[in-house]
């Protein structure tokens, strides 16, 4: 799966995967239905699904959070001193708590809370 994912994306197969639940001619299989309900889930449990909001990858948060305080100006991307010195898993671990948990497609993202 991909390192970040955008909610519209998801609400798209979603709508598709909904015009499709009570269609005879073309029913979902197993995986189908299980995957709508994970969409429907994850919908339901992140407030800005319909707006956009990023689903981050877990084993990518700690790369995620040194770009995103580089894009906010927190620190200078060209600075080699104190970068090289900076806990970045640390710092992807405080900034977890304005994020809230999903499961998707069996691995686990982080969307703003």
């Known amino acids: 799966m991909s390192e970040i994912i955008d909610t519209?994306?998801?609400d798209k197969e979603l709508d598709e995967l909904e015009a499709r639940e009570d269609d005879q001619d073309d029913p979902l299989d197993a995986d189908e239905a299980e995957r709508m309900a994970?969409?429907?889930e994850a919908r339901d449990n992140?407030?800005?699904?319909?707006?956009?909001?990023?689903?981050?990858?877990?084993d990518y948060f700690t790369q995620y959070a040194q770009q995103l305080a580089e894009d906010i100006g927190a620190i200078d991307p060209s600075a080699s001193w104190p970068l090289?010195?900076?806990d970045w898993e640390a710092a992807a671990d405080a900034l977890k708590q304005d994020y809230t948990e999903i499961e998707l497609g069996g691995s686990t993202y982080y969307a703003r809370a």
């Open 8 to 10: 519209r994306d998801l």
């Open 38 to 40: 994970e969409l429907r």
């Open 46 to 58: 992140i407030s800005e699904w319909i707006d956009g909001e990023t689903l981050i990858r877990e």
């Open 84 to 86: 090289s010195y900076i």
